[in-house]
């Protein structure tokens, strides 16, 4: 099984400003995903982060806005840029093709 | 392209009930896993039970088991023995056993324990 933590844990954020999310594995992994889930709505991927190469985003998603970090094998980052408030959401890391999540980072932009 | 349905928004069962969450999905694949999570209102992500496609068994996991109908393409959840703390979202998901391995979730159902 795998650990995975995530800071922070939620956060409230101004209209325009960036917040960098980190997500750490208690283990190495591969892969690394992350997921937006919007108010009511479903979990959507952003992205997939492989350790040493680009992250590969979903349609809808570009890495001007939501840039990724992947320097390890039990670590990544994702930032979320110039933010309004359509990016509230609850943002989620995944390993192990979905088995395991972090429990996520509550984000509200005002 | 691949998609989960999850028809029941909200659910009541009564306490030590059991009950049967209904999602059936769209795939052209001939491998690819299913999974069931649960999300209490702290938002994080519980991983409940895995099918794969080739799996012949259903998937069983304490009081959740998954009644996996291949042909139907259903893949309903069944908690037996309700309690109170089920009370949460219900996502069902498939993942494309693929390069890609991405999850394709669907739209939830939220479930209530009553007393």
């Known amino acids: 099984s795998a650990v995975i933590s995530q800071k922070p844990s939620r956060d409230i954020c101004q209209r325009g400003t960036s917040l960098t999310i980190q997500c750490q594995v208690d283990s190495q992994v591969t892969m690394m995903f992350w997921y937006r889930q919007q108010p009511g709505q479903s979990l959507t991927l952003i992205a997939t982060?492989?350790?040493?190469?680009?992250?590969?985003?979903e349609s809808g998603f570009v890495i001007d806005k939501f840039p990724i970090s992947r320097p390890n094998l039990t670590f990544s980052t994702l930032t979320v840029s110039n933010m309004s408030p359509e990016d509230s959401s609850i943002y989620l890391c995944?390993?192990?093709?979905?088995?395991?999540f972090g429990p996520g980072t509550r984000l509200t932009v005002l | 392209a691949q998609k989960i349905t999850q028809t029941q928004p909200g659910m009541f069962v009564q306490e030590k009930e059991a009950v049967t969450l209904d999602c059936t999905y769209d795939t052209s694949d001939q491998s690819y896993g299913l999974f069931w999570y649960k999300q209490p209102s702290s938002g994080e992500m519980i991983f409940l039970i895995y099918q794969g496609s080739y799996d012949e068994q259903n998937a069983t996991e304490g009081r959740y088991s998954l009644n996996f109908q291949k042909a139907r393409k259903s893949a309903n959840l069944v908690i037996s023995a309700s309690q109170l703390g089920d009370s949460a979202m219900y996502f069902c998901a498939m993942r494309e056993n693929g390069a890609t391995n991405k999850l394709i979730f669907g739209t939830g159902t939220l479930l209530a324990v009553q007393p």
């Open positions: 982060a492989n350790q040493g190469s680009e992250a590969t985003y």
């Open positions: 995944s390993v192990e093709r979905g088995r395991f």
